[in-house]
C-alpha cells in the first residue's frame, strides 16, 4: 500500500519551516530578485508560508501577495501566521492537485510567480508552468527554485528531485525561456523566466482585492 507523496508528510510539513531548509534555502535568496514595480505576486505552492514575510518585505507596501496551496491543513499554518503576524495584503486560496492547474478566474494578472519546489512535484512540470503562466501579466516573470538531483543535508530523496538539466527541458517545451539564472548553492537552483512569445494584449490595469 503507497503512502503519502513525501510534501504531504507531516514530518515534510515541519521540515518547511525548519533551520535545515533554511540553510538551503535562505530568503537572502530573494535579494536577486527585483521587486520594485510588483503590484500583484503569486506564491504557487506556497506551502505553509515559509517565504511569505520574506517576499511581503521586499515587495512594495501596497502590493499584494497571493499564496495557491492544494494542502487545506497549509493554508490553516499560513493564515495562523498571517494573523499572528499582521501581515496584510496576503490572500491564500486553495487550488486542485492536478497536473494542470487551473487558477481562479477572480485573482488579477501577475507581475510574478514564485514556483519554490513545487514544479517537481509535477509528472510533467511543462504543465504546471502553463497553467500558472495564463494568469501571468504581458511583460511578468516566473521564478524558479528547486532541487538539483544530488544528495544533499536536508529535503526529499533524489528521486524526487528533477535535475536543472531536465528542468531546463520542460521550461522550454512549455514555450518559455531562461531570462537569469540565480545564485544558489550545489543543492539548489534558480532561475527567471519568461514566455518566448507574448500576447501583444494589454492586461487589464487594477491592483490586488481591496
Known amino acids: 500500500m503507497r503512502g503519502l507523496p513525501y510534501y504531504e508528510e507531516p514530518e515534510y510539513h515541519r521540515y518547511l519551516l525548519s533551520r535545515d ?3 538551503l534555502f535562505p530568503h537572502t535568496i530573494l535579494d536577486q530578485i527585483d521587486w520594485k514595480g510588483v503590484e500583484n505576486a503569486l506564491d504557487f ?3 505553509n508560508g515559509y517565504f511569505l ?10 502590493a499584494f501577495l497571493w499564496g495557491a496551496e492544494c494542502q487545506e491543513s497549509l493554508i490553516d499554518q499560513a493564515l495562523q501566521r498571517k494573523v499572528r503576524e499582521g501581515i496584510s ?10 497536473e494542470h492547474p487551473l487558477m481562479p478566474d477572480w485573482i ?3 507581475d510574478l510567480i514564485f514556483c519554490c519546489c513545487v514544479l517537481s512535484t509535477f509528472a510533467d512540470p511543462s504543465l504546471g ?3 500558472v ?10 521564478v524558479i527554485l528547486d532541487w538539483e538531483r544530488v544528495e544533499a543535508p536536508s529535503g526529499p530523496e533524489i528521486t524526487q528531485k528533477i535535475s536543472i538539466d531536465r528542468m531546463k527541458y520542460f521550461i522550454e517545451d512549455a514555450g518559455f525561456q531562461i531570462v537569469r539564472m540565480l545564485k544558489t548553492n550545489p543543492y ?12 501583444r494584449k494589454e492586461a487589464p490595469s487594477y491592483r490586488g482585492m481591496e
Open 129 to 131: 508552468i502553463q497553467g
Open 45 to 47: 505552492g506556497m506551502g
Open 21 to 23: 531548509r533554511k540553510e
Open 108 to 110: 488579477p494578472p501577475m
Open 188 to 199: 539548489v537552483y534558480g532561475m527567471e523566466i519568461k514566455p518566448k512569445f507574448e500576447e
Open 89 to 98: 495584503n496576503f490572500i491564500p486560496f486553495y487550488i486542485e492537485r492536478t
Open 53 to 62: 514575510p520574506a517576499i511581503m518585505n521586499r515587495m512594495p507596501a501596497e
Open 133 to 142: 503562466a495564463r494568469i501571468l501579466r504581458p511583460g511578468g516573470l516566473v
